[in-house]
């Protein structure tokens, strides 16, 4: 573990930098102010308004060339983020200082593109929020070491849910905030979607007070898309939330509607994956199952139990996630892995994950 005090270069996925991550800016200034890190300078690999091609490769190529900067994390990165004279110029820059890429999506759902690949092959470390068979398809993209990193909460769009414990109120008995989006179909890797939508109609027959959110439900059952943040309120006014993914297939996996939920406190049922062993499932009131149908039946058996047995379910997914899950500890732990010290994360669930697996398990 490194005593230095490390300067980090942060390349985002941000449209407007800064906004669109609140968390990851917060937790990483955060570090800066308590001495953990020496300094944190951010850019985006996206245009900025009304910026020009050449200054946008011109802006990334500064950054990297810039020598006071020790590491570097790169998040989500997309094919138009380096081509390869850009990419190029980035490598010979970089020079032996560390690159961690963070991946949040589950990028491995189809072809990925060589510009995309050129960073996994460069890392020294790739974080994967999708578990198998994600890491061994980076690995065989190229990448050195891959470790899983589970969903968070973002701590800043959600920090009065994080600082309130949920009430005892409620005015609905079902959240579900999921899109139904038509043109998700199985060829696409999608896997999940047509559960999804399936799940939708099962809940709406059922009976139950249904809180539905999301685009591409028929207009009198929903009420549409949803702001971000405002999740948690929506889930708080109900006695469940449910959830189905939309990648079933992928091991140790979630949304980052899991740790939302489990935040806002609420007992919630979800679908369960491979692995998950990490996390307590039924004792902070987390649900997992199989199929739609074992969904619908824990919902309904849930809204059979007495209001006060699930307010309590509900309060222990709180203060299970509360400075657990949320992207404090999540910026923590790949600075940990990284090689660099500050204040360690919690052993439940960070000491329990996955992994990681390296070049020389690939095959």
């Given at each position: 573990?490194?005593?230095?005090?490390?300067?980090?270069l942060v390349l985002s996925n941000?449209?407007?930098?800064?906004?669109?991550?609140?968390?990851?800016?917060?937790?990483?200034?955060?570090?800066?102010?308590?001495?953990?890190?020496?300094?944190?300078?951010?850019?985006?690999?996206?245009?900025?308004?009304?910026?020009?091609?050449?200054?946008?490769?011109?802006?990334?190529?500064?950054?990297?060339?810039?020598?006071?900067?020790?590491?570097?994390?790169?998040?989500?990165?997309?094919?138009?983020?380096?081509?390869?004279?850009?990419?190029?110029?980035?490598?010979?820059?970089?020079?032996?200082?560390?690159?961690?890429?963070?991946?949040?999506?589950?990028?491995?759902?189809?072809?990925?593109?060589?510009?995309?690949?050129?960073?996994?092959?460069?890392?020294?470390?790739?974080?994967s929020q999708y578990g198998q068979?994600?890491?061994?398809?980076?690995?065989?993209?190229?990448?050195?070491?891959?470790?899983?990193?589970?969903?968070?909460?973002?701590?800043?769009?959600?920090?009065?849910?994080?600082?309130?414990?949920?009430?005892?109120?409620?005015?609905?008995?079902?959240?579900?905030?999921?899109?139904?989006?038509?043109?998700?179909?199985?060829?696409?890797?999608?896997?999940?979607?047509?559960?999804?939508?399936?799940?939708?109609?099962?809940?709406?027959?059922?009976?139950?007070?249904?809180?539905?959110?999301?685009?591409?439900?028929?207009?009198?059952?929903?009420?549409?898309?949803?702001?971000?943040?405002?999740?948690?309120?929506?889930?708080?006014?109900?006695?469940?939330?449910?959830?189905?993914?939309?990648?079933?297939?992928?091991?140790?996996?979630?949304?980052?509607?899991?740790?939302?939920?489990?935040?806002?406190g609420r007992p919630h049922i979800?679908?369960?994956?491979?692995?998950?062993?990490?996390?307590?499932?039924?004792?902070?009131?987390?649900?997992?199952?199989?199929?739609?149908?074992?969904?619908?039946?824990?919902?309904?058996?849930?809204?059979?139990?007495?209001?006060?047995?699930?307010?309590?379910?509900?309060?222990?997914?709180?203060?299970?996630?509360?400075?657990?899950?949320?992207?404090?500890?999540?910026?923590?732990?790949?600075?940990?892995?990284?090689?660099?010290?500050?204040?360690?994360?919690?052993?439940?669930?960070?000491?329990?994950?996955?992994?990681?697996?390296?070049?020389?398990?690939?095959?």
């Amino acid at each position: 573990m490194s005593l230095t005090k490390p300067h980090l270069l942060v390349l985002s996925n941000e449209s407007d930098l800064g906004t669109d991550a609140p968390g990851v800016h917060d937790a990483i200034n955060d570090l800066v102010c308590i001495g953990h890190l020496a300094k944190a300078r951010f850019e985006s690999w996206k245009p900025a308004l009304r910026e020009s091609e050449d200054a946008r490769r011109s802006r990334i190529q500064r950054a990297f060339v810039d020598r006071s900067f020790d590491a570097a994390l790169v998040i989500s990165p997309r094919e138009t983020s380096a081509d390869e004279s850009l990419f190029e110029a980035v490598d010979a820059a970089l020079g032996h200082r560390t690159l961690a890429v963070w991946e949040g999506d589950a990028v491995t759902l189809r072809p990925i593109g060589k510009n995309m690949r050129r960073w996994f092959r460069r890392a020294d470390v790739v974080f994967s929020q999708y578990g198998q068979p994600q890491p061994q398809k980076l690995l065989r993209l190229g990448a050195k070491r891959v470790h899983h990193l589970p969903a968070t909460y973002c701590h800043v769009r959600f920090r009065q849910l994080e600082q309130t414990a949920p009430p005892k109120e409620f005015s609905s008995d079902v959240a579900m905030i999921a899109s139904r989006n038509r043109n998700w179909t199985s060829w696409s890797g999608i896997t999940g979607s047509r559960t999804r939508a399936q799940l939708g109609f099962d809940l709406r027959a059922s009976g139950r007070r249904l809180d539905l959110f999301g685009n591409g439900w028929p207009e009198k059952w929903g009420v549409g898309p949803v702001d971000f943040g405002k999740q948690g309120e929506i889930i708080r006014r109900n006695r469940i939330s449910v959830n189905w993914d939309i990648t079933p297939g992928y091991a140790d996996s979630s949304s980052n509607r899991l740790p939302i939920s489990l935040i806002a406190g609420r007992p919630h049922i979800t679908t369960r994956h491979r692995g998950m062993e990490w996390i307590p499932s039924q004792d902070i009131g987390l649900f997992e199952e199989v199929s739609r149908a074992d969904v619908v039946q824990r919902a309904n058996e849930l809204l059979t139990r007495d209001d006060e047995v699930l307010f309590q379910l509900g309060l222990s997914a709180h203060r299970w996630a509360k400075g657990r899950v949320s992207h404090r500890e999540a910026i923590r732990y790949m600075l940990q892995v990284m090689g660099y010290e500050t204040t360690p994360v919690p052993q439940d669930p960070w000491g329990s994950l996955p992994g990681p697996w390296v070049q020389s398990e690939k095959n």
